[in-house]
């Protein structure tokens, strides 16, 4: 496993980067690292946290995170993928408060060759289980030339 700062595997841009870090990943699976503080994206200062329906958005960076370093391994380029849909989103707090950090795990269950995957997902902070869903991504071989074919 190649070390990689999160800016470097996420095809995103600030202020749109949510994740931390990415901490470990293999052929299979990814961990990221969410750290939540004031400056966090979405954080509110009335409630000082992150409302806890934003872990999909976690969860869809992580996936992106896993895809992005085993493109970097290949010497390829970071490709942008498409979030599909979540199945079955659990959340067991509804946010996600000040000076938490967030352990999002992703595990891939099946990838198809044209490019759709489904992921099991989950958050932790302290070994609690804080919400957990199946992600549905796509990341079709020339994302812009799909892009294109939609319009």
């Known amino acids: 496993m190649t070390h990689y700062s999160i800016e470097a595997v996420l095809p995103h841009a600030d202020p749109m980067i949510l994740l931390t870090r990415l901490v470990s990943y293999d052929q299979d699976s990814a961990v990221c690292e969410v750290d939540i503080s004031a400056q966090s994206a979405f954080f509110n200062e009335q409630t000082q946290s ?6 999909t958005e976690y969860m869809a960076q ?56 489904v992921f099991e997902c989950q958050i932790q902070h302290a070994d609690t289980v804080l919400a957990e ?19």
Do not use: C, H, M, W
């Open 133 to 151: 869903a199946k992600i549905n991504v796509f990341q079709p071989d020339d994302p812009v030339q799909f892009l294109k074919e939609q319009q």
């Open 50 to 55: 992150v409302a806890s329906y934003i872990g």
């Open 62 to 117: 992580s996936i992106a995170a896993y895809a992005g370093a085993l493109a970097l391994d290949d010497n390829a380029a970071v490709k942008i993928g498409f979030l599909i849909g979540s199945r079955k989103y659990k959340t067991f707090t509804p946010e996600f408060t000040l000076g938490q950090t967030l352990a999002v795990s992703v595990k891939k269950l099946f990838q198809e060759e044209t490019g759709l995957s």
